[in-house]
């Protein structure tokens, strides 16, 4: 877990979308719902990040991935960046596009129910089947 109120810088992979935001109080989960494993490949880290700043929005675009959340990616590279929840005045970022050395500590897993068939999860963090 980073420390709360931390300054954290990142960006995707090509480099056309960067940012700057503080951390959380939260320490960063990995979700296994379908929809992030669909989007990441695998399983999705997210960090609380709260005054978010972009420095320029020219490739950002938002998925609108349920009826109550969206999802920012790069529009160049396809970098999954971002996941917000609505009415919320945070998000979370992709703690794998989080500028090195981040200090985090993975907290756990929500969503283990429908994590993929093909890895188990043996690492003894905390575990949530539906969040």
Known sequence: MAASNAEMTGGCLCGAVRFSARAGDEAPMA?????????SGHYWVGMDAHDLTIQDETHLRWYRSSDFAQRGFCSQCGSSLFWRRDHRDYLDVSAGCIDA???????????????????????????????
């Open 101 to 131: 050395p981040t200090g985090l500590t993975l907290g756990g897993h929500i969503y283990t129910a429908f994590k993929g068939d093909y890895y188990e999860i043996k690492d003894g963090l905390p575990q949530t089947k539906d969040d």
């Open 31 to 39: 979700c296994h719902c379908e929809q992030c494993r669909r989007w």
